[in-house]
């Protein structure tokens, strides 16, 4: 019946694209003008081309099946990266080349910078908690704001000690058993996250706020599925009989509405009365102190002022926006059926960095080396150290392009009719960048598919060096939409690298098949699993990770 449905449902839904299209201002023209593509099938559109495994190789691939198709017709050569097809009764448009992702997701970023509209996240709640999915608005722009306040660079250095404690536990873990690495880079995720964010210290993934934070990404998996976006499982709840499974429906709804509802309460209201425990100390009532976080500097901001209730709930929802990126680590250990789809980006990033490290053992020398000369072996490299770093930087911008683990960024959602190079593009198209082709694109980077981090510290042009740092920004997505936490995301990668790098060896595990640059599907993509040994590197690199993680005042 389900099936039947969403069936019927896509089917109308491309038919209503189509007559749109037909339709629209300039009529028929526009079926033509549309921008080149698979061949559609009547009625179904493009539905059976949607690639199922790694769909940015397939988009990359179509660029040039189509591009050199098109050559012959227009003579604009990045008309050719363009493509667009029907898929679930929509058009859905990827951005190939840098040239149309600058055109359109940055230049034009004030109509392209909108969210594919999920029913469901809106019933639940999500839309108005989880910044990522938000609608662009006024409400976007606001939590935007506030989560853009506490993550800025001037503010960064607050945060560093939360990463040297995160980062020493990850080399204690692998010292222990470097067998369980994602593990160890799951948890070095979610305690950052809970200690910047609320001033929580988690020590094991069994902690309850880990545990919700799990369960709540868990929820936006389903929730997002795209079944969701041609169903409405409210209606459905109310119309379906209850043996049809309706009151369970209906049910489930409130469940996950509550567990948002926790999500967001439970934490902050914890750093709220820990602050509160703080100051009945200063004045010598109590005992008990509040790490200064995320929340507690915005609330701090807002001291004195009058209660706002809803500058309140922006605070609240800023910390959970935070809060729910890392959430999405613990998934893969509670459960497995959804790894691919919400493994999150720095662990999956700091995967990547160990498959790199045992696939190029030349580039882990190198950057030992360097670690070894400009900081010695009796401590080990610190943010102060970074700027002396130039290749373990460069590292950790590779590991990023090598394979970033969100090689489609998230969807964006174009508001109104645009035109570009010749072609329409209907407002409502999903339109995606696939940041992956750039990233591979032989005549930018050379054998794109090898991990050499010297080619961000010696471009093989003047025009790559020219738009470096518009490379290195690829991996965090486009224009408005661009992830606020990228410079906090590259300080809890530098230093995991760096110290790591100062301590371990990574090798070769000659009892298991030797580890391929295998990396899953999904929109979080991530190095499929591999064995490896990893060993402390001298004695003095044991006698390092004794010592404590060297931390000083949090300024705030
Ligand atoms: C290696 C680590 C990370 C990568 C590769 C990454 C990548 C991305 C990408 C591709 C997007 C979508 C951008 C777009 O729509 O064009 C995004 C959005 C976002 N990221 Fe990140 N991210 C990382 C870490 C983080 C961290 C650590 C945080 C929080 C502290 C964070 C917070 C966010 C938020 C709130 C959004 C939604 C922005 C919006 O829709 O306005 N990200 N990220």
């Not at 230093?495 to 090798?507: D, E, G, T, W």
């Not at 098949?513 to 899953?520: D, I, L, R, V, Y």
Request: aromatic fraction near 12%.
């Amino acid at each position: 019946m389900y099936i039947w449905t969403a069936v019927s449902l896509t089917l109308a839904g491309t038919i209503f694209w189509t007559l749109r299209l037909l339709t629209c201002k300039r009529g028929r023209d526009r079926m033509y003008d549309k921008p080149p593509g698979p061949p559609p099938l009547p009625i179904v559109g493009n539905v059976f081309d949607f690639p199922r495994q790694r769909p940015w190789e397939t988009f990359s691939k179509w660029a040039q099946d189509y591009g050199k198709l098109l050559s012959f017709l227009a003579s604009i050569n990045d008309l050719l990266e363009l493509q667009g097809m029907f898929i679930f009764g929509r058009p859905l448009v990827i951005l190939n080349s840098l040239e149309a992702i600058t055109d359109l997701l940055i230049d034009r970023s004030a109509i392209y910078s909108d969210r594919p509209y999920f029913p469901l996240l809106d019933i639940v709640g999500h839309l108005e908690a989880n910044v990522g999915f938000m609608p662009y608005g006024k409400e976007w722009t606001a939590l935007r704001k506030v989560f853009a306040s506490g993550f800025s660079k001037s503010n960064l250095v607050a945060y560093y000690d939360s990463h040297r404690r995160a980062v020493m536990n990850v080399l204690k873990n692998f010292r222990q058993d470097p067998s369980r690495y994602e593990d160890h880079f799951k948890l070095h995720a979610v305690q950052l996250v809970i200690d910047v964010t609320y001033g929580i210290q988690v020590d094991s993934i069994d902690h309850h706020l880990v545990n919700l934070a799990t369960r709540v990404i868990g929820t936006v998996a389903t929730l997002v599925n795209p079944l969701t976006l041609i169903l409405d499982p409210k209606f459905l709840g109310k119309i379906l009989p209850r043996w049809m499974g309706g009151g369970m429906l209906s049910r489930r709804i409130d469940k996950w509405k509550q567990e948002l509802h926790e999500f967001q309460t439970w934490p902050y209201e914890q750093t709220k009365s820990n602050m509160a425990r703080s100051l009945l100390c200063f004045c010598g009532q109590e005992s008990g102190a509040h790490k200064p976080s995320f929340t507690s500097h915005l609330l701090q901001e807002f001291e004195g002022k009058a209660a706002d209730a809803e500058e309140e709930k922006m605070i609240r929802q800023g910390a959970a926006a935070a809060y729910i990126r890392y959430g999405e680590y613990s998934l893969r250990i509670v459960k497995p059926h959804l790894v691919d789809s919400v493994i999150v980006q720095t662990s999956a990033a700091a995967n990547t960095f160990l498959l790199a490290m045992l696939l190029y053992p030349e580039v882990q020398q190198r950057a030992q080396k360097e670690i070894d000369s400009v900081v010695g072996v009796d401590r080990l490299p610190d943010f102060k150290d970074r700027q002396y770093l130039p290749y373990v930087d460069a590292l950790l911008q590779e590991v990023l392009r090598w394979h970033s683990p969100t090689p489609l960024a998230m969807p964006h959602l174009l508001r109104q009719d645009d035109h570009y190079r010749g072609f329409h593009l209907p407002a409502g198209s999903i339109v995606i960048g696939n940041a992956w082709n750039i990233l591979h694109d032989p005549s930018v980077f050379s054998d794109p598919f090898e991990f050499q981090p010297e080619r961000h510290l010696y471009p093989q042009s003047q025009e790559v060096a020219e738009k470096m740092e518009v490379f290195d920004r690829l991996p965090f997505g486009f224009g408005r939409r661009l992830c606020p936490g990228k410079a906090f995301a590259e300080d809890a990668l530098w230093l995991l690298f760096a110290q790591f790098l100062a301590v371990f060896n990574v090798l070769l595990d000659s009892e298991h098949p030797p580890a391929k640059a295998e990396f899953t599907s999904g929109p979080l993509s991530h190095a499929i699993p591999f064995h490896c040994k990893v060993m402390a590197r001298s004695e003095e690199a044991k006698l390092l990770l004794e010592q404590d993680p060297g931390l000083s005042e949090q300024v705030f």
